[in-house]
Every structure is written in C-alpha cells, then in structure tokens.
C-alpha cells in the first residue's frame, strides 16, 4: 500500500498537466479532503472523551489554550497561502509582460526589415505577420497547441534565413547590426516565453500546502463543536477550497482560464496587416522640397 504522505504528495499538485484532473474536480477534492480530516479530528476528540471516561467540562484554561493552538495554526495557514499565491501571481505577471516584450520586440523587427532591398523585406514582413498569428494560436491553444508548436519553430527558421540571406542589403543600408539585434531578441523571446510556459509552483510547496492544510482541517474538526461551529468550519472550509483552486488554475499557464492576455499582440497583428511594405514607399517617389 502506498504511504499518507504518497497519498497526499499525489492529491496535493495543483498542475492539472500532470494530474489530467478538471480544475473544479481539484476544487472539490480539496474540499473532500477538508471535510473528511475534520471529520477525522471530531471522531479523535470523541475517542479521547470516551477513553477518559469523564462528561465534566473542560477548564477555561485548557479551552483557552486550545483556541490559540488553532488561532496560531489558521494563521500559519494564511501566511503559507500568500506566499504561494504570490509566488503564483509572480509567475503570471513575469509571462504578461513576455508578452508586451515579444510584441514590441517583432513590431521593431518590422520596421527595421523595411530597410531592405526587394525580395527580402516583403518576404521578411510576410513571414513576421505569419509568426504573430502563429504566436496567438499557439498561447491561446493550452495542450492542444503541438501543431502550432511545431510551425512557431519552422517560421523561425525561415524568418532567420530570411536575415541571413540578407545580409548584403543590410550592409549596404548601413542597417547589419540592428537588423541582427532586434531578429535576435525575437527568438530569445520565444525561448523565454517556451520556459515561462513551463514554470509552475514547485511540487515540494503544493506538498507542504496541501499536509498543512489536512492538519489544520484536522484541529478545526477537534476543537469546533456544536451547528454554529460547524456552520462556521464549512465557510472556511469553502473559502480555502476557492482560494486553492484560482491558484490551481493560474498555475496552468497553457490550460486553465486565468492565462495572460494576447491583447498586445492582437494590436501587433492588426498594426502589421494594416502597414504593408508598400506602404513605407509613398514618399520614396516624391521630389525634394525646393530651397527658397
């Protein structure tokens, strides 16, 4: 048989890539396994009474400590909470702003490849507005992205072939250096947003939360009495559950429903399809300005 602490290892991911669990099926379990280790501290408490074989009351003093043992072990709770929630939002915001970062960085390369000679910079600028609409579908697809995964890659070679062919336009334009720089950030980025996709809470935390967690339920259910307390252990209960499972789904950067927003790269898009290259030539025609 496995161990508890398997047990509890197994059911304490909040990574539904790994487990293939639904995010309210984890929401749920949490719940479950709540209830149950309270459940579990109430039938120890009755078991301890029974064995002491005495219905007096407890002392004022003994019930008082008992309020700050769960006092102080709701509050750890908390605070491991927060710091899992920030280390969580952490992660988020570091993939937001990937993407503003990636936005900007191919609307530079647009405009740098407007420097080229023809057939480059039309093939450079279809391949960029190509990559973007690519992009969009691949952080929009969550697991089902493989084929766009695969093309993302196969226009990043041809976009860095394109560059490389294109060097002695560059160098008679004067442009190599920064044409190179801006196609370079443009595929570190795409490797930091691969990575960031990737980075979820470490399973030791969602462990040690989760253990936490069974025990703190499990002294709420030995010291809470009577429908009023349990009324109140079920509220909390439900709001620990709720808190668990946004933080469950944000830690699925390409599964859950909390993922970062494509805005500026839906922005990125309708900017390139609305400035063709030829668009950059509408004064190339015109004479200069005559000197009064």
Known sequence: MESVARLLHRSATMDAAR???SIYVIGLGIFALMVIAAGAGHLFRR????????KTRESAASVAQEGYLLSSALGLLGLLLAFTFGMVLSRYEARRELVTQEANAIGTAYLR???LDEPFRSRLSALLVDYTQNRILLATAGSNGRGYASKNDRLLTDIWSNVRAARESALAHGVTTALLLTFNEVIDLDAERKIAWGLRVPPEVQFLLMLYLTITAGLVGHQIDGPRGRRAAVVLFISISLSITVMADINRPQAGQARESQRPMFMLLE???????AIFDRFNSEPPARSP
């Open 47 to 54: 078991w301890q009474e029974r064995r002491a074989r005495s």
């Open 19 to 21: 487990t293939g669990l």
């Open 113 to 115: 490849a407007q420097f």
């Open 271 to 277: 900017s390139l399809r609305a400035q063709p290259p």
